[in-house]
């Protein structure tokens, strides 16, 4: 397989063991599941499927961000404790991925379960001179860390800006470095609080993955994803953080997906423009949506528009009925094809295009053992098309 690897900046062969051990950056469960969430996962989904085709065993870890800056004042504006709302919107997304087919993680940490390996990984920073404290927040210092940015490739200006834009603080007095970063931090009277040797407080958000993936895959990974949005700051102070302490790379390959827009604006919840995945599937099949979702190249941003849903689903249709319940047939020219297609930077979009012409009738004559090819296609793209 050969994918875009965001720390090599080129599309690179993939060398694996048979165990491959993935970690993708969950949610942080403060609102429904949306198009942005769906595309990203079922990129990963689709990658697993194909490894395992291959023969891979791969072992998923996906997260829950439970505490952090953007759940805990939505709770606040809710009335309600954090761990409700997580517990909450946990199961609408886990009901939304199942709907979605998505193949379930091997782990699926949550963040307040794993408060005692971050302490004892900042514990490691804090004895090997990494960090520093100011006011009872203990911050990385990215100074004893050369490799800062080696990931995004991104100069310090632009590094700088982004951390203002996605949850740093580079404006702080508190800072050495306008891109130190959080590691514990003293909590609000109202926020929740654990007590530790860095003072009674919180994570900051970053050293939460770096636990929750070593604790459970070990020192290093082979395949780290998530969308575009989270190479800078998130996964470049991972990096930070983990190498830090090991001296081992955090991760062999950096697979990233790209971003979600609504009809010609930025999809956010400020500008009230998500597309619910739990509301979507009341107006088109799950299996449509990804159908839909597979018309977009995973590591290039698109534009979501409200008549892909209705086309999806006629597609979707069109592709059921050529199958006619066959038996998948897992050897020939179609799903051969297909594997060649998503082995070529998981080329989705390909896929979906030769499926939809064969079950047109505009490639090969569709015979028991075309449609069963057909039917096998969709089950390696986790589309199951019988009736």
């Known amino acids: 397989m050969r994918l875009y690897d965001t720390a090599s900046k080129d599309v690179i062969d993939l060398n694996l063991n048979q165990r491959v051990r993935m970690y993708v950056c969950g949610i942080t469960p403060y609102d429904s599941t949306h198009l942005g969430h769906a595309a990203t996962y079922l990129t990963y989904d689709l990658i697993i499927r194909r490894l395992e085709d291959i023969g891979h065993e791969v072992e998923l870890v996906r997260n829950y961000t439970d505490v952090d800056d953007s759940i805990l004042p939505k709770a606040r504006e809710l009335g309600i404790d954090f761990l409700e709302l997580a517990e909450m919107e946990m199961k609408r997304f886990k009901d939304d991925m199942r709907a979605l087919n998505t193949v379930a993680p091997a782990h699926e940490p949550r963040a307040t379960e794993s408060i ?16 520093y404290e100011v006011e009872g927040t203990t911050y990385f210092d990215v100074s004893t860390f050369p490799g800062y940015g080696k990931l995004s490739g991104y100069s310090s200006k632009e590094m700088v800006a982004l951390a203002r834009e996605r949850g740093g603080n580079p404006d702080s007095k508190n800072q050495r470095n306008p891109l130190d970063f ?5 909590s609000s009277e109202d926020e929740p609080k654990w007590e530790s040797a860095f003072g009674a407080g919180r994570p900051g958000w970053h050293i939460e993955c770096s636990a929750m993936s070593m604790e459970a895959l070990g020192e ?46 930025k999809m956010s919840k400020s500008l009230g423009n998500l597309v619910f995945v739990s ?17 977009h190249h995973y590591r290039q941003d698109f534009e979501w528009f409200d008549e892909e849903g209705p086309t999806a689903q006629f597609d979707l249709e069109l592709l059921v009925s050529a199958c006619d319940d066959a038996e998948p047939v897992w ?29 047109s009738g505009k490639g090969d004559e569709l015979g028991v053992v075309r449609a069963g090819e057909l039917r096998a296609a969709g089950l390696l793209c986790g589309l199951d098309l019988a009736g």
């Open 331 to 359: 050897s020939g020219n179609l799903i051969n094809q297909v594997r060649r297609f998503l082995d070529d930077d998981l080329d989705a979009p390909a896929v979906r295009a030769i499926m939809l012409r064969e079950a």
């Open 279 to 295: 509301e979507l599937r009341k107006e088109i099949d799950p299996r449509a949506i990804r159908l839909a979702l597979m018309a």
């Open 116 to 131: 005692e390996a971050m302490l004892r990984l900042i514990k490691k920073l804090q004895s090997a001179g990494h960090t």
């Open 182 to 186: 959080v590691l514990w931090q003293p």
């Open 220 to 265: 290093t990974i082979d395949i780290h994803g998530g969308g575009g949005d989270l190479v800078f700051p998130h996964h470049e102070c991972e990096i930070a953080q983990s190498e830090s302490i090991t001296g081992q790379l955090c991760s062999k390959y950096w697979i990233h997906a790209g971003l979600v827009a609504y009809q010609g604006t």
